[in-house]
């Protein structure tokens, strides 16, 4: 005989996240923008092939 499934236990931030999503439909997906601040480092150093490329 298959096991039974083991219920979840009842969290109540879910429940209210459930039911705002009914009401209100899904967020929109995050759109990140780059930090300015924030470059990104090259990870290796150039080869002697491309400094002598350029």
Request: glycine share 6%.
């Amino acid at each position: 005989m298959p096991k039974k499934k083991k219920l979840k236990t009842f969290r109540a931030t879910s429940a209210v996240k459930s039911i705002a999503r009914d009401v209100l439909g899904t967020p929109p997906p995050v759109r990140r923008s780059e930090n300015k601040k924030r470059q990104k480092k090259e990870k290796y150093k150039p080869t002697l092939g491309k400094l002598l490329g350029e």
